[in-house]
């Protein structure tokens, strides 16, 4: 949407680790607010036409969100973040891992590390994610992936419908 | 149990291994010589290679020659292209809902 706000993603493999940088135009409290409250993450956390719900999230140390990606045929897929660490405004840390419905997780998760910081009205979010393995990393696209052939699927049939 | 491709590249010999035979195929016994390493040892890093398809094996007579399998690693490449992608795709959408929420605080 915005061309000149800079956009990075790198990817360490040896070190089994992701890097992504990303800057938004908008202060720095708004852009936190966005991604630690549950109500404003749920309206940009997944990638349409997945949508993401939260059913509930505790923003503290120790605390946790609870939530899921849904793809547009309903199929859920839950993970649980468990906040590690938060510095106001400034970074929080979490440990990311799928779950079932009933909040059981599948370990091993991922470490995320999330750091913001403003300049001339502009904020910038660096994100770390460490990835013990990359059938976890796998299985994040796996989700996205059913979304992803929905949409194609609905495509097909519209355009059969046209034709 | 299939290993991981993540663990398999993060060994810093089984990376070496993997650069050295993407130049020349090469058998276990000339591995081992070129890394200064037991026969049992290369064995263990080729067999984690195997498994996640980054080497396969070719036979010449009585020889292994092991070959890297560039397809693997673009598959893994491929990937991380489509999550790279999504990020995009959710970025874009936060974009939107910020510049929602600062007309509405206007």
Known sequence: MNNDLLFDFNVDKAAKTVYITREFNAGLPLVWDAF?????????????????????????VGGRRFYAMISPDG???????????????????????????????????????????EQNGITKVDITIYNESFERLEKLLEGFKIGFTMTLKNLEVLLATLS | MKQDIFQAISDPTRRAILTLIAIKALTPNAMAEKFDMTRQAVSKHIKVLHECELIKPEHSGREIYYHFNAKKMQEFDNWLAQFRQNWETQFNQLDQLLSTIKEQKK
């Open chain 1, 75 to 117: 199929q859920e897929r839950w993970a649980v973040q468990e906040f590690t660490s938060i510095t106001p405004k400034t970074n929080f840390k979490m440990y990311n891992a799928f779950a079932d419905k009933d909040e059981n997780r599948e370990l091993p998760g991922s470490d995320w590390n999330y750091n913001f910081s």
């Open chain 1, 36 to 60: 630690t409250k549950a109500e404003l993450l749920d309206q940009w956390g997944a990638p349409a036409p997945m949508r993401a719900k939260t059913k509930y999230m505790d923003f503290k």
